[in-house]
């Protein structure tokens, strides 16, 4: 049975209905929202493209770089291990390393991925620090 409040004006007395409190989840738009969220698929990782090259022996890493020639260079999603972790994880940056070797004068280009692991320290961080100057490379 239902409650009924009713007001009295003159004679006669008019009835309403009891207000109807309404949840966030009665609106179709939050309803609309939830049902979009749960048929979407969430981001595996970001593309990169990864190449290594040696003194211009694979020209499509080269600089000028140019995406239009590289696709079977681009993994997606990128993934990348981590220092004294086991297994792969998703990429959060793509870098690229170029160098010249000091004992051959031969160039080095690298396009690959990483992961920001969250630390400050030379040892983890390829996306974090800055690597300008000279670094040894496969003890070259």
């Not at 004006?9 to 207000?19: A, I, Y």
């Not at 997606?76 to 793509?94: D, M």
Request: hydrophobic fraction near 35%; charge should be neutral; aromatic fraction near 6%.
């Amino acid at each position: 049975m239902r409650a009924r409040l009713g007001l009295v004006s003159g004679t006669r007395v008019h009835w309403r209905r009891p207000p109807r409190f309404r949840t966030p989840l009665d609106t179709p738009l939050v309803i609309l929202i939830l049902l979009t969220m749960s048929l979407t698929e969430g981001a595996q990782g970001i593309d990169c493209f990864k190449c290594v090259s040696v003194n211009g022996d694979n020209p499509s890493c080269e600089d000028p770089f140019h995406n239009n020639y590289t696709v079977g260079m681009l993994e997606s999603p990128c993934l990348a291990g981590r220092k004294g972790r086991e297994g792969l994880f998703p990429a959060t940056a793509c870098i690229k390393l170029a160098g010249i070797y000091d004992d051959n004068g031969q160039t080095l280009i690298i396009r690959d991925c990483t992961v920001d692991s969250g630390s400050l320290t030379l040892d983890t961080e390829l996306a974090r620090m800055s690597h300008c100057g000279a670094f040894v490379l496969s003890g070259r």
